[in-house]
């Protein structure tokens, strides 16, 4: 009997390790579909119905789940918290975000919806660092975490700073965990439109075959969103599971062609590694403008006539507007406030008004290289060449090498003609930021009127592929 016993103490340690590798401890999951963004023109129409499929399905299979819509960064911060409290040594937690996400230092940040982001380092204070909540799921004690994020959208935040690297940036995870992201890296796909993604169809599509490992669920998740999308949406995959796991509890392996996932990279020097895989800023000599004539300033164009009825009347009921107004009925001098209402008021188009702003917020605080390069911008739009240069010029003498006041004086002389100047400031902003779109954009159309045209088809081809909304960009400010 005492023999028998033994042996049987002996299978059940046998066999114990390889029960947890199928099941993988409990199984909780964080849900979340932001849609309704204050900046966005339009609130996404994805992520609600896709956050709610997915939930459905990840109960089906075993998941004690929390969904969470339209979460502010205080409610995330608390929907994270009550994960990481339940999270228990060995279990499996998984994370699903559709919304917006910026990446940031070489981080990608999931982004609430009452995040209020107008430079880089807004970013890091507003949103959540994928990096960071992996990290905090590994410390308590997780054996298997999955992390699918929905964000490799673009947003109406990162043209706000301009030296900006699109969709999201490289995982590095602790072992033992398997991420996947919508599109590949640093790239964006729009909204199709429908109510539900390509890449949530997928997705849901795959996990529910059975006898399927997590990272074959996600291999075939690729495959199908890249062949229905004809190459142009082309998931990526992160993998460092130590153990086999399947979203259908109780699945076995079966021998298959082995998954190719993207290696975890290796950690960059935190001090010396440059960000978004750009080359680290060089100084550079920047071309001093040549005197030249301009044409007198046009302010008085249909789009122009058209911002004291039709935009101001769109903008009355903008909610971001709408508190930097009400901070400026109580205090008149916040310098702070007008430079981003007038940040809010040019990406909406109404640029006599964002003028306004930035004017009132330069007699605040005169230095203010940032204001003089926006007002820079949105004179360069209405028409106002002669005034948008003389703010060029000053935002670069009080900083040079800036790259944003280089590209915006490099639209300055495409819009005058002078393409010879247009050309040589993209230049010198190409030489800080290789990955400046607007600038190749520029550069190519300055280079056809130059007569260098199979150049500046190559340069308009290049940034198109970057950034396919470009063209639409440029003849809004009118430049075609």
């Known amino acids: 009997m005492k023999f028998r016993l033994a042996l049987l103490l002996i299978l059940i340690v046998l066999v114990a390790p390889v029960t947890r590798s199928w099941a993988a401890g409990e199984r909780f999951a964080l849900v979340v579909g932001n849609a309704k963004y204050p900046d966005a023109e339009a609130p996404l129409k994805e992520p609600i119905n896709d956050a709610k499929d997915i939930a459905e399905e990840l109960k089906r299979d075993g998941f004690e789940v929390e969904t969470g819509e339209n979460l502010t960064g205080d409610a995330m911060r608390r929907a994270l918290e009550r994960l990481y409290t339940r999270i228990k040594p060995g279990s499996v937690a998984l994370v699903f975000f559709s919304g917006f996400g910026v990446q940031s230092a070489r981080q990608s940040y999931m982004i609430p919806v009452d995040a209020q982001i107008w430079t880089e380092p807004d970013v890091r204070r507003d949103g959540f660092s994928l990096e960071t909540i992996l990290g905090e799921i590994n410390s308590r004690g997780a054996g298997v975490k999955i992390a699918l994020i929905d964000a490799s959208r673009r947003n109406p935040f990162e043209r706000r700073f301009r030296s900006f690297s699109a969709g999201l940036a490289p995982v590095i995870a602790p072992n033992g965990t398997l991420v996947m992201y919508s599109a590949a890296l640093s790239s964006v796909v729009s909204d199709s439109g429908s109510t539900h993604s390509l890449f949530v169809s997928e997705l849901l599509k795959e996990i529910r075959v059975p006898d399927l490992m997590a990272e074959e669920t996600l291999n075939r998740t690729r495959v199908g969103v890249t062949r229905a999308s004809r190459s142009e949406q082309v998931p990526w995959i992160s993998s460092s599971l130590a153990e086999d796991f399947s979203f259908i509890p109780g699945a076995r392996p079966q021998a298959s062609t082995p998954v190719a996932v993207a290696k975890p990279p290796p950690r960059p020097d935190p001090i010396s590694a440059p960000r978004n ?88 605080n005169p230095k203010d290289v940032e204001a003089f390069n926006n007002r820079c911008w949105a004179r360069t739009v209405i028409g106002d060449l002669q005034s948008a240069l003389k703010d060029c010029n000053e935002a670069l003498r009080l900083r040079p090498n800036f790259v944003d006041a280089l ?74």
């Not at 301009?294 to 122009?304: K, Q, R």
């Not at 310098?335 to 940040?343: N, P, V």
């Not at 002389?413 to 930021?433: E, H, P, R, V, Y």
């Open 277 to 364: 895989d750009a080359p680290a800023p060089a100084v550079v000599d920047i071309p001093p403008p040549k005197p030249v004539e301009l044409p007198p300033p046009v302010v008085s164009t249909p789009a122009i006539k058209d911002e004291s009825t039709t935009v101001v009347a769109n903008l009355a009921d903008d909610p971001t507007i709408k508190s930097l107004t009400n901070k400026l009925v109580d205090n008149p001098d916040d310098a702070s406030a007008l430079y981003r209402r007038g940040q809010v008021y040019a990406s909406k188009g109404a640029y006599l008004l964002a003028v306004n702003d930035f004017t009132e917020s330069l007699r605040l």
């Open 407 to 480: 590209d915006s004086r490099g639209l300055v002389n495409l819009k005058s003609g002078q393409t010879k100047n247009a050309i040589a400031d993209f230049d010198a902003a190409l030489k800080i930021n290789p990955r400046l779109t607007s600038s190749l954009y520029g550069r190519g159309l300055a280079k056809q009127r130059n007569g260098s045209i199979s150049e500046g088809e190559l340069d308009i081809s290049n940034a198109k592929a970057m950034d396919p909304n470009i063209v639409k960009e440029f003849a809004s400010y009118g430049v075609r």
